[in-house]
């Protein structure tokens, strides 16, 4: 008899998990094909045919999700220990694992500190405040933000260079004769800044970022070292040293299996090929059709460098899709096909063809978000006991696009949990402009005033904030209050002092206050609020991934916009007086900064409260400032306790989606501008990330798009993604009519309801409940649709 792992596996699949375990093997195949399915099953395969010790097993995913996901699989088919001793997840947690054990072995210690992404930021910032840099990029007239610094030197570790190696290329680049270096590092040494700038004369701007970039990488580097600390590029890059330099790799794993290849970078390839290089016993799945990472160094290539260093590898394509129904495959094939320069492969698919995706128009983006909130409530209720909230999910392109969506399904009452990202108004930025305006309404309202004081930073440390608060206290005023005194010469200063460091912020909240007294919006406020305490640049400066935060900037200038129409705000045409700097220019004395966990530690945690409690009791008109904070704060409020189990409809990103699967999918906003995103330089990558964003879908997928949406607060006309209107004909997508979302069910015939039934049943966890669930399923869509 078939052993569980094998039951039900087609002739391609089921030679893919016989493979022998010493010859590599490349599974190619497209979405849905079961690669995933696949590799599972084959690391059952080794351990219970081939008596393979689970702990010389090594399984990379993507993410860590997908690692818990596989080990939730492997758990119904292998004992709890055998999966417990499977080494399993990313590469990064891979390497941390590995490192922990045989760190001495690449010269470091055991009981190092993981640095993250934020950590790394700081330490950089710090650098680049440091006195002789500061001073020499301004006698350059150069401004290098933290933000291109940190991906200078990440993208450079993820080439495997070190800081020696660029100093190598910017000397060989610049004509400046390399320096022997005393140390016993290898490579030219380092010139001090003062050294450089006596050796400018030659070189061009690029040229100098290049350096300095090379020099504050050298310094970033000592700075880990000394902390005994490794960032994520260190985990990878020490990887590559441990598994490449030691012949004892093969003692410690000996079967590698790597899910999702096609987005592996450089250093990943590296990884694998180190880890399997004496064993030879490779597996990878891929789908150079779903390779959505390019924009982060992931290398197609690699496919072809595997079959290069593993001579004698083999493939093994899949070629029927278990997951979507004919028509589903039918657009999604149809879309990845315009890229003219992809290799073709076969995908038939299993289920039967379904019913058609259907393409809606609206007029607005609140009428798309509303309706998308509602059909899912009613395809619920419809099909209630057979889908549930989980089964939907909602894939968006952009994070920032999320904000009209939960405000929807909030409207609706339907729950929502957002996959790999935070709701809409608890984000940093959010939160931060949100503190801003509350200040403006509300000068006493203490949680505000503590997570914007310094922000941007101003060089206030903990010390002064602190020290705000006790006089605040002694004197019975706020903090605000006292610091505004201290600024006009009506207070002594404190110590540590902040009158030189608070001007720009005690003025801007002036400014904002002064508007909003003539009646401002808030969308003009926000608006004013970003040039006084230039946050633009300061996101720039501070985050990676800036540009997705100025998208949610923009996106509550778009909210904020809604309110004021919904107001009938005056549009506001803002002249305010100019920024009396003075001496309290922008000084920046380089006084620690703080982070949100120690506002905690400031008190300012404790005292935070809903925003109507803490508003001044007297009787106040309602301003529309103070509607639109009440209408964010209620925003936050989703009314949901965190009930584990509690289905949601889950809202996420293409890109968090990858891997994944719903019976039923709605790809929102398919338009110019977002597919292909009007900042992605490769539009054959976003072609095939709506490719891999529609082959999520199982029974049900729904394209829709708005004919105007609200951008940076304008109302802006938007067309169809062209990725999507070449595929409109007949065959493929069908233009629905808005009546599909009234209060008809969809259009599905006796069929194409068993289609959805079977896509269901079989990717069902429980087929039991699943096959009662899938009979109740026909008795009710067949008997809505015809009216019975
Ligand atoms: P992606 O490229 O999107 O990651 P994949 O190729 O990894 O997709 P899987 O997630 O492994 O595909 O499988 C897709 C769905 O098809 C899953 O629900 C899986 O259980 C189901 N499936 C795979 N193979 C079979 C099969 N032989 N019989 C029934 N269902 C299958
Ligand atoms: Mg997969």
């Known amino acids: 008899m078939a052993s569980a792992h094998l039951v039900g596996l087609n002739q391609a699949q089921l030679r893919a ?10 599974i190619l195949a497209g979405p849905g094909s079961g690669k995933t399915k696949v590799l599972t099953s084959r690391i059952v395969h080794l351990v219970t045919r081939h008596a393979v010790s689970p702990s010389s097993i090594c399984a990379v995913t993507f993410t860590n999700k997908a690692a818990m996901e596989m080990r939730t699989r492997l758990g119904k088919m292998l004992t709890k220990e055998q999966v417990r001793q499977i080494k399993m997840g990313t590469f990064h947690a891979l390497c941390a694992q590995f490192l922990r054990k045989y760190a001495t072995l690449v010269g470091i210690g055991g009981n190092f500190t993981v640095c993250d992404a934020d950590e790394s930021k700081k330490i950089i910032g710090k650098m680049l405040k440091e006195s002789d840099l500061k001073e020499f990029l301004k006698s350059c007239s150069i401004t290098l933000s933290e933000g291109t610094a940190m991906s200078r030197i990440s993208q450079s570790k993820a080439k495997g260079l070190t800081p020696h190696d660029l100093l190598d290329t910017w000397h060989s680049t610049s004509h400046t004769a390399p320096r022997k270096g005393k140390s016993k590092e290898k490579g030219p040494s380092l010139l001090t800044y003062e050294h450089l700038n006596a050796e400018l004369g030659t070189c061009n701007t690029k040229q ?16 880990l070292r000394d902390n005994n600390s490794l960032d994520f590029d260190d985990l990878l890059v020490y990887g590559v040293k441990l598994f490449g330099e030691n012949p004892k790799v093969g003692t410690w794993c000996e079967h590698v299996l790597v899910d999702e290849f096609q987005d592996t970078n450089s250093v990943q390839y590296e990884l694998m090929r180190g880890l399997a290089a004496s064993s030879r016993c490779v597996t990878i799945v891929g789908d150079p059709d779903q390779s959505i990472y390019g924009w982060r160094s992931a290398e197609v290539e690699n496919l072809a460098k595997m079959r290069r260093d593993f001579a004698t590898t083999q493939q093994i394509m899949l070629e029927d899709n278990y997951r979507s129904t004919g028509s589903i495959l039918a657009v999604s094939l149809a879309i990845v096909a315009q890229d003219k320069a992809r290799i073709k492969k076969t995908l038939n698919a299993t289920h039967p063809q379904g019913p058609k995706p259907t393409l809606h128009c609206f007029p607005s983006d609140q009428a798309e978000a509303s309706a998308v909130a509602h059909e899912v409530k009613r395809l619920v209720a419809h099909m209630g006991g057979v889908l549930s909230f989980d089964d939907v999910g909602i894939l968006l392109r952009y994070n920032s696009l999320s904000r009209v969506f939960e405000s929807a399904f909030r409207k609706e009452g339907v729950p929502t949990r957002i996959l790999g990202g935070q709701r809409f108004f608890e984000r940093v930025e959010v939160k931060d402009l949100l503190a801003y305006l509350q200040l403006v309404d509300n000068p006493a309202y203490l949680p505000a005033f503590g997570r914007v004081v310094n922000v941007p930073a101003r060089g206030l440390g903990q010390k002064s904030i602190q020290e705000l608060l006790v006089v605040a206290g002694k004197k019975g005023m706020s903090p605000l209050e006292v610091a505004e005194r201290i600024y006009e010469g009506r207070m002594p200063d404190i110590k540590p002092p902040v009158k030189r460091k608070i001007g720009d912020f005690i003025l801007s909240l002036k400014v904002l206050r002064k508007l909003a007294s003539e009646g401002a919006g808030p969308a003009s406020l926000i608006r004013r609020l970003l040039e006084l305490v230039q946050y633009e640049t300061y996101l720039q400066k501070t985050q990676e991934d800036w540009e997705s935060r100025w998208e949610n900037v923009k996106e509550l200038i778009n909210f904020a916009s809604e309110m004021e129409d919904d107001l009938g705000v005056r549009s506001f045409d803002i002249e305010s007086p ?4 003075g001496e309290d220019d922008w000084v920046d004395n380089g006084e620690d900064e703080y982070d949100e966990e120690e506002l905690d530690d400031l008190g300012f945690a404790e005292v935070k409260t809903r925003p109507e409690e803490s508003a001044p009791a007297k009787t106040e008109p309602e301003t529309p400032l103070r509607a639109f904070l009440q209408a964010s704060m209620l925003s936050t409020d989703t009314g949901q306790t965190d009930e584990k189990d509690k289905p949601k409809v889950t809202i996420t990103t293409c890109h968090a989606a990858k891997g994944l699967e719903w019976p039923v999918v709605f790809i929102p906003v398919v338009e110019e501008g977002v597919f292909p995103s009007a900042r992605a330089e490769d539009k054959e990558e976003e072609r095939r990330l709506l490719y891999v964003a529609c082959t ?15 951008m940076n607060g304008e109302k802006v006309f938007k067309k169809l993604s062209e990725f999507v209107s070449v595929i409109t004909g007949p065959s493929e997508v069908r233009r629905a009519s808005l009546a599909l979302f009234s209060e008809s069910p969809p259009e599905m015939t006796y069929g194409q309801c068993r289609t959805l039934a079977s896509v269901l049943h079989r990717t069902a966890v429980d087929s039991e409940q699943r096959t009662k669930d899938v009979a109740e399923l026909c008795v009710l869509v067949v008997v809505t649709t015809y009216g019975g």
């Open 17 to 26: 998990v016989e493979h022998p375990p010493h010859i590599p093997l490349q």
């Open 208 to 223: 100098i970022i290049d350096y300095v970039a090379a020099n504050l990488f050298a310094q970033y580097e000592r700075t």
């Open 578 to 581: 100019d920024l009396d700097k």
């Open 696 to 710: 999520r879908a199982q029974g049900l997928l729904y394209l829709t798009h708005a004919s105007s949406r609200m």
